[in-house]
């Protein structure tokens, strides 16, 4: 995968920039932007589990933030990121990517995970896909006629 350098400093700041004023608050304090709430859902067969996660970039934006101010803007971070551009065309190879997430790794921790049951659907027939499947399988009569096959 390649990624300019652009798009990797625009999607730090689309994850992180919550008022989109093109600086990263890295003061903690009513304004502070260095970190996010994260929410996965992983699907199950009869539930999904829903985990809220913390993911912070504080030290990335420490790392930019040259002038100490609290804020690090786009121009600093970008600069941050352009340094693993190796070869200095604007992009970011495999390589180069692996390189500047070992260096600036994003904390996190999970807040909450919670299971949510998933309700079958009942089907005109009475009977969820899932259900007339499994029935199928073990050679079970469930009041279905199915087409003779030839």
């Known amino acids: 995968m390649i990624m300019t350098v652009d798009t ?3 999607m730090v700041f689309q994850y992180y920039d919550h008022n989109r004023d ?16 994260a ?6 067969l009869d539930s999904d589990t829903v985990t809220l996660s913390w993911v912070s970039h504080e030290r990335l934006f420490n790392a ?9 803007t786009h121009g600093e971070i970008r600069d941050v990121i352009r340094f693993f551009d190796q070869n200095l ?3 970011l190879d495999h390589g ?22 998933r309700q079958q659907p009942i089907h005109e027939g009475g009977y969820s896909f899932y259900q007339l499947s499994y029935a199928l399988t073990r050679s079970v009569a469930v009041g279905v006629k199915l ?3 030839n």
């Open 64 to 72: 930019a933030d040259r002038n100490k101010d609290g804020v690090a």
């Open 89 to 91: 065309d604007g992009q």
């Open 39 to 44: 929410r996965k859902v992983q699907p199950g």
């Open 22 to 37: 093109g600086r990263i608050q890295n003061q903690r304090g009513a304004h502070y932007e260095g970190e996010r709430l």
């Open 96 to 117: 180069e990517i692996a390189a500047y997430q070992r260096s600036y790794t994003e904390a996190n921790g999970v807040i909450s995970q919670e299971k949510i049951a």
């Open 8 to 10: 990797l400093t625009n």
């Open 147 to 149: 087409p003779a096959l």
